[in-house]
């Protein structure tokens, strides 16, 4: 089956940096994504990898290892508005979307 | 900002009601979607439109009905539902080109089955 996992709630401080990761099995690959959801609101679009290696954007970056089957998105300068569920998904060899349940980041002043 | 809208954001019916969820997008894209949040839960595919066409239809109990009139509208029409279909529902769009066909959300309507 596919399955993509991540850990369920991380907790972090503000100012500091924090590392997410992500690990999938598919059918396939065809790029991943990095979604941010605010409690009670839609899900935004973060960043796409479908090459290995690191994408910056501002203060947030995100990994890719195809081999290992691994991404991870790194926030840096945390900020009190960061808290929130950041969810993975990869594409597979059909070009459906497989999810994460999503990490569930606390900020801690 | 979002392109996507959703209406109502939140609803709430007995297991004998009719209802109707609205999406709409104005991002000139031509595939839709409806997922199924649930607390601690992947997102769940219920629905794809391409092209006006439906593509996907992932098992869904036929309490739920989609209707697609044109690409900048979606709806789903939900009856007799049970108290486990509440949950958060949400719609996204994309224009598909295979690759990095980024799907863009709307903020999702909340149902509560009574």
């Known amino acids: 089956g596919q399955n993509i996992d991540q850990p369920t709630e991380m907790t972090a401080t503000e100012g500091a940096i924090v590392q997410i990761n992500c690990t999938y099995q598919?059918?396939?690959?065809?790029?991943l994504f990095w979604y941010q959801q605010h409690a009670g609101e839609a899900p935004t679009f973060l960043s796409y990898?479908?090459l290995d290696g690191l994408e910056e954007k501002g203060r947030f970056s995100s990994f890719l290892s195809r081999s290992k089957g691994y991404s991870y998105l790194l926030l840096k300068e945390l900020q009190m508005k960061d808290s929130a569920s950041y969810l993975c998904?990869?594409?597979?060899?059909?070009?459906?979307?497989?999810w994460g349940a999503g990490t569930k980041l606390i900020i801690k002043p | 900002e979002t392109g996507v809208t959703q209406t109502p954001r939140h609803l709430v019916m007995g297991m004998t009601n009719k209802k109707s969820l609205k999406c709409e997008q104005h991002?000139?894209?031509?595939?839709m979607y409806w997922y199924k949040q649930s607390a601690k839960k992947p997102l769940e595919l219920m629905f794809v439109?391409?092209?006006?066409?439906?593509?996907e239809n992932n098992s869904v109990p036929s309490r739920f009905s989609p209707e697609c009139p044109n690409s900048s509208h979606l709806f789903l029409h939900l009856h007799t539902l049970q108290p486990e279909d509440s949950a958060l529902y949400l719609c996204?769009?994309?224009?598909?080109?295979?690759?990095?066909?980024?799907?863009?959300f709307g903020p999702g309507t909340r149902l509560t089955v009574l």
């Open positions: 996204a769009s994309s224009q598909e080109n295979r690759e990095a066909d980024t799907q863009y």
């Open positions: 991002l000139g894209h031509n595939a």
């Open positions: 439109y391409s092209l006006e066409e439906r593509v």
């Open positions: 598919t059918s396939g690959f065809n790029g």
């Open positions: 990898n479908v």
């Open positions: 998904a990869v594409k597979d060899s059909n070009y459906q979307l497989i």
